[in-house]
């Protein structure tokens, strides 16, 4: 069965580099560049999103506002977190606060990211 995975990054390039990391694996990759887009993806009903993965900064409204959206209107699916700016104690508190599955850091290592998504998937957190 195929997992939808929503990525959500302002980055053009960011997306691609993580479609193709998960490219042959059982997930079917969406992508939005801003929580706008995100949300649209959410709210079609023809799809249902397995797990996102969501930057942390963004121009407008920011990552953390993002998760904070998406717990509220759909507290089921899972959330990871992605960021270039690496901050152990930052992603503790964020984590704990936000209730994410997992934190990773850019560019995140091919076996990390499935590992991540794939627990996710399954409704388990990685880090906590």
């Known amino acids: ?12 390039d960011v997306r691609t580099a993580i479609r ?35 930057d942390v900064r963004m121009p407008g409204i920011s990552g953390v506002e993002a998760v904070t959206t998406f717990q509220r209107e759909y507290p089921t699916t899972p959330v990871i977190i992605l960021t270039g700016f690496p901050d152990v104690a930052l992603a503790v ?3 704990k606060k936000n209730d994410v599955v997992d934190y990773l850091t850019k560019p995140v290592e091919k076996d990390k990211l499935i590992a991540a998504v794939e627990q996710a998937a399954q409704g388990r957190k990685l880090f906590g």
């Open 20 to 54: 193709l990391q998960l490219k042959d694996t059982r997930f079917e990759i969406l992508e939005a560049e801003n929580v706008q887009q995100a949300i649209g993806l959410l709210g079609d009903n023809a799809i249902s999103i397995d797990v996102i993965i969501c």
């Open 93 to 95: 508190d964020f984590m």
């Open 1 to 12: 069965m195929k997992h939808h995975v929503l990525i959500l990054d302002d980055e053009a």
